[in-house]
């Protein structure tokens, strides 16, 4: 405490002196009053001075009091004041001190709030503890659970402290890091000897990270001098500590929300994923949601859609050759072909049906057959691969249809299906079976084929009229060759004139006009399965008679 300046009592606006000359007057005193530097302060006459007595301020010389023997009781009223000046000075230090503290704390807290990252955080604690509290270097250590390892996030300066060899060493680490106290560290030899802080360091002090008195780790400071640390510093660093400790939990509580959080978000989306190769999402943006956990049983829409149905030819055959693993291989390098082509043209495959294949196309039906054209010139590429494995061919048919089709969930509470129910999907399927019939590659209904705004696009025979099984009203069809191979396409191309004449005579039932005529077609390409189809139904009319109530429409008496 610093030395009380007597002349500061003696001022104008201070009580003092009238007291003093008041109990002067009543004892009889005679005195004079003077500094340490023995200036006189006051007098009030005179003194013999035949006695002395000093003033003190802890200790520490003030100044005296010379006079009579009387004069001592001004001495004990004057060391009183003294006293009582010293204990407000000392208090109003210690005031100033506490405001500064609570100042420091408030700032930093401050600082804390404005990060949630725990390594930041412990950047800004370690920092502020060294402005305040002299040292060289720092470092914060922080204990991992899930390792059960303790980790350097911070550090200041040049590097003082070994992180692996007090993992190594479990006493030491529960005794600095983990030990749950903040001391002064004096005697640091051992852990010089262990190599755990290099040899420059003399003096270490360190205050525990802890929160609910579960230990997280330690914040360390060092000095390359040998410093007397005091109990202040050590208060200091325990508040930074203890202020950083709550900061870095609620850091850590936030990033394992977050981590959490972002956890259930990626599965979600694997969730979400894996469902939409079971439901596709088509199906379920249809329905009016956005995610499958959306759905509910009984949902529904009806749509105009095109159907697309394709089916492996003589599969029984193919698979028979085939062990069920390889027969499985196949269908899968099968599917896996087909399905980006049909995506690609904004449809989705509803159902994998073994070697079949229904697909949706909610759009216009030119998307549907540009995907099914599409589709025959990847199964060319596909075979060319299949013949250098010295492996049979794959045909397939595609049958294309566009009509009204409920889209909607059906089952129980307990089991969930999506399902498409429409007398569209029947008749899709239907014509993909006609494709073995007329011995074509893509048959599309007329009703799909009044969607398409530029037909000329595409390259289609008109195959008539068909009546299929269970239906009334018979459905024209056509044959698209646009997707046949480069030279079936070619002959099919030249004799489409020719073909077209013949399906006219045909359908009039002019049939030796349309013999001689589907005849020429055959010549040019014997290949041309599906005039070579007329030609027969033409040669067996013209052999066995034409039926009374024949009118064009070829009725189909099988599914």
């Given at each position: ?29 005679r ?15 005179p ?21 009579d023997?009387?004069s ?100 030491l ?68 500590a ?39 999402f ?8 956005h ?14 859609v ?169 459905i ?78 070829e ?5």
């Open positions: 405490m610093a030395r009380i300046n007597l002349k500061s009592i003696f001022n104008k606006k201070s009580d003092v002196l009238p007291l003093l000359i008041s109990l002067s007057a009543q004892i009889h005193t005195f004079m009053v003077t500094d340490e530097n023995r200036n006189i302060l006051y007098t009030n006459d003194p013999l001075p035949t006695h002395e007595f000093l003033l003190t301020t802890e200790g520490e010389t003030s100044g005296w009091v010379q006079g023997e009387k001592v009781f001004i001495a004990d009223f004057l060391n009183h004041l003294i006293q009582k000046e010293s204990e407000k000075k000392k208090l109003g230090k210690e005031i100033l001190s506490l405001y500064q503290e609570l100042n420091l704390i408030f700032n930093f807290s401050e600082k804390l709030a404005q990060t949630i990252e725990p390594a930041a955080i412990a950047r800004i604690t370690l920092n502020q503890a060294s402005h305040l509290i002299r040292s060289d270097n720092g470092v914060v250590l922080l204990w991992d659970e899930s390792s059960k390892q303790i980790e350097a996030v911070a550090s200041l300066g040049e590097s003082f402290f070994s992180q692996e060899k007090i993992n190594k060493d479990i006493s680490l529960l005794k600095i890091a983990l030990s749950g106290q903040s001391e002064i560290t004096h005697d640091i030899a051992i852990l010089t000897e262990e190599g755990i802080i290099s040899d420059n360091v003399k003096s270490i002090i360190y205050g525990a990270l802890k929160v609910n008195h579960r230990i997280m780790g330690a914040i360390i400071l060092a000095s390359h001098e040998k410093l007397q640390y005091s109990a202040a510093d050590l208060k200091l660093l325990t508040t930074l203890l202020q950083s400790s709550s900061a870095i939990e609620s850091a850590m509580l936030y990033e394992k929300n977050i981590r959490e959080a972002r956890e259930k978000e990626e599965a979600m989306r694997r969730i979400y994923e894996a469902t939409n190769r079971f439901v596709p088509e199906f379920i943006k249809s329905l009016g949601h995610r499958i956990t959306d759905v509910k049983l009984g949902d529904q829409v009806e749509k105009i095109t159907v697309l149905f394709s089916d492996i030819r003589d599969f029984t055959t193919l698979s028979e050759r085939m062990t069920p693993s390889e027969n499985f291989s196949f269908v899968q390098s099968f599917s896996e072909m087909m399905g980006p082509v049909i995506g690609r043209h904004h449809g989705f495959i509803n159902q994998y049906l073994g070697d079949a294949i229904m697909a949706i196309f909610p759009g216009n039906a030119a998307d549907a057959l540009q995907a099914a054209v599409e589709i025959q010139k990847a199964l060319q590429q596909f075979n060319v691969k299949r013949k250098s494995e010295n492996l049979l061919p794959v045909q397939i048919g595609l049958g294309l249809h566009t009509g009204p089709l409920i889209m909607g969930i059906i089952g129980d509470r307990e089991r969930l299906d999506a399902a498409t129910i429409s007398d569209t999907v029947n008749t899709a399927s239907r014509l993909e079976s006609l494709t073995k019939y007329y011995k074509a590659g893509i048959i599309i209904s007329e009703a799909a084929l009044q969607q398409i705004e530029e037909p000329e696009n595409f390259h289609l025979r008109y195959l008539g009229q068909v009546q299929l099984k269970g239906k009334q009203a018979a024209g069809i056509h044959e698209c060759f646009s997707g046949n191979e480069p030279h079936d396409f070619k002959h099919k191309l030249e004799s489409l004139p020719a073909f077209k004449v013949g399906m006219k005579y045909y359908l009039d039932r002019s049939f030796e006009k349309a013999g001689n005529t589907f005849q020429k077609v055959v010549e040019s390409n014997p290949a041309d399965l599906t005039a070579n189809f007329f030609l027969n139904n033409v040669n067996r009319y013209l052999q066995q008679g034409v039926p009374e109530n024949w009118n064009g429409v009725e189909m008496l099988n599914k």
